[in-house]
């Protein structure tokens, strides 16, 4: 498995893609107006408590208030309270909480207007960016994420990642965090920390403590709202939270954030810091040199064509997404009904997990499967689903399937789903939109897959642009063609046609139909 990460910069964005390989898994995108990103911390004021929501309403300089929850305020509240207020006044100058005198923890089930007023300063961390008509969701309960370790202050709890199976790994990480670890200071040992010696452990600890502290010195002269820090640049964020030993290549195309990369390459990973790569060509750009930009436009939309010729729908409502799994009209190869679903519900299952990902869906998911009647098969599917999605790095939870086939998915939301349009409009007629015109070409070859192995000769009518686009290049379109098929076949241009119009006819020139 070869992983790959592709950056590209312009004037007001930075463009994220992850492949995994050679294909599109995630895209991410960072521009110039995203302030309020997750993991970010803010100095803020109370807006005001809302007794009947057990929750109050925070500015921190977004157009709409920031929610706080009583369940985010965290135990050791009052503490948090405290260290704030004094060091904001400048009474307290130790950050290190080691003289510091922890208060009484906060009641779990208690109201929120006992505790917080109007006005109160607070220093808070955005956990869900601003989506739709709401503002950022905040909480008090501040966390500070490095590559082996989470430091979390006012606690002294050391967890261990879950995906970590070895007993005895977490237990030799759990000594080794606690043997290092300061005095009111948690810390969460993430997965990658899995076969880490202490001195690693230690330096990734020291940078979160140092990372702490500059917060800290910020609070006497930060004014109310504002950012006291902010998440590392996305590619810095991105490499630590995925980066791992099946990264081959990391290639950029703004020397800037090259040479930020490779610095931060070079504390985290510093044999790795050779797979960072410059690119320089002006000929190609880089979204295009990788395929990005075609994936794009076959991958996002409210089709998604999958191989076979089985296709996704996928529909979004204001409570929760629907993907509807379709065979299409496919000739069945498979022996029977029952293998012929089991097979284009796996297919589909591998792209679900992908689509999550990529367009980073949250909140409920379900999704339609082919029916199936064998609970042998409706276990292997979803056994199979779970292993797919078990690189998501956003927390999911898998159901099942129901008497009616129906696959329930809830997966964490915390920032705007990526939407892209991808409909464009129709060169046939401007009253109406379609489909992107690249995805003509996966037609092309899904409609050949289904008629070859059974005519002895093929020709293909298309409208010039695309019998032009088919034959060009080596090898061409047609030539993978012959090497998958071995049959050759005939393209003929026709000025008849639309751009997106094709059939396929026979050696007897009589039309071929796919049904």
Request: contains cysteine; positive net charge; proline residues 3%.
């Amino acid at each position: 498995m070869n992983k790959e990460l592709i950056i590209r910069s312009s004037a007001d964005a930075v463009d994220f893609a992850l492949l995994k390989d050679g294909k599109l898994i995630e895209l991410h995108k960072e521009e110039e107006t995203s302030n309020f990103q997750v993991g970010d911390i803010f100095i803020a004021k109370i807006r005001k408590p809302v007794a009947g929501l057990n929750a109050a309403f925070v500015n921190v300089g977004y157009e709409k208030d920031a929610f706080l929850h009583y369940h985010d305020l965290g135990p050791s509240f009052t503490s948090y309270l405290k260290f704030i207020k004094l060091v904001s006044a400048g009474k307290l100058k130790d950050f290190s909480l080691k003289n510091f005198q922890f208060e009484k923890e906060i009641d779990k089930d208690g109201a929120v207007a006992d505790i917080l007023s109007a006005n109160q300063s607070i220093l808070v961390q955005v956990i869900k960016e601003p989506i739709s008509t709401k503002g950022p969701r905040i909480s008090c309960e501040l966390s500070f994420a490095g590559r082996f370790l989470v430091l979390v202050p006012f606690s002294e709890r050391v967890s261990v990642s879950q995906k970590i199976e070895s007993k005895q790994e977490k237990d030799r990480l759990k000594k080794l965090v606690q043997s290092i670890k300061q005095r009111g200071f948690g810390v969460i040992v993430r997965t990658v920390a899995e076969g880490k010696n202490i001195a690693e452990l230690e330096k990734d600890l020291q940078n979160l403590m140092n990372r702490w502290t500059a917060m800290s010195k910020k609070l006497p002269t930060a004014h109310h709202p504002s950012k006291v820090l902010g998440e590392l640049n996305k590619a810095s964020s991105i490499l630590r939270d995925v980066f791992n030993d099946t990264f081959t290549s990391i290639q950029i195309d703004d020397e800037e954030l090259y040479q930020e990369t490779k610095d931060y390459l070079a504390e985290i990973a510093p044999e790795k810091q050779k797979i960072v790569k410059f690119y320089q060509s002006k000929d190609t750009p880089l979204f295009e040199k990788y395929h990005i930009e075609r994936q794009i436009k076959t991958s996002f939309g409210r089709t998604v064509s999958m191989s076979k010729g089985a296709y996704l729908i996928i529909e979004h409502t204001e409570a929760l997404h629907v993907i509807d799994v379709n065979s299409g009209n496919r000739s069945n190869k498979a022996n029977n009904q029952e293998d012929t679903a089991l097979e284009v519900n796996m297919i589909a299952a591998a792209e679900i997990a992908r689509q999550l990902r990529l367009r980073d869906m949250g909140g409920i998911i379900v999704v339609d499967f082919i029916d199936m009647k064998d609970p042998d098969n409706r276990q292997v599917l979803f056994n199979f689903l779970r292993e797919e999605m078990s690189d998501d790095k956003a927390k999911h939870k898998i159901l099942p399937p129901s008497k009616f086939g129906l696959v329930q998915i809830t997966r964490q939301r915390v920032r705007p789903e990526v939407n892209i349009e991808t409909r464009e409009e129709n060169p046939n007629n401007l009253a109406s939109d379609i489909d992107a015109p690249i995805q003509i070409i996966d037609k092309i070859g899904f409609s050949l897959e289904k008629i070859i192995n059974s005519h002895k000769k093929v020709t293909l009518n298309v409208h010039p642009f695309v019998a032009a686009y088919l034959k060009k290049g080596f090898p061409s379109l047609r030539s993978k063609w012959f090497f998958e098929h071995k049959k050759w076949v005939k393209i003929i241009p026709r000025d008849a046609y639309t751009y997106l119009e094709y059939h396929f006819f026979d050696e007897k020139g009589k039309e071929i139909s796919e049904k």
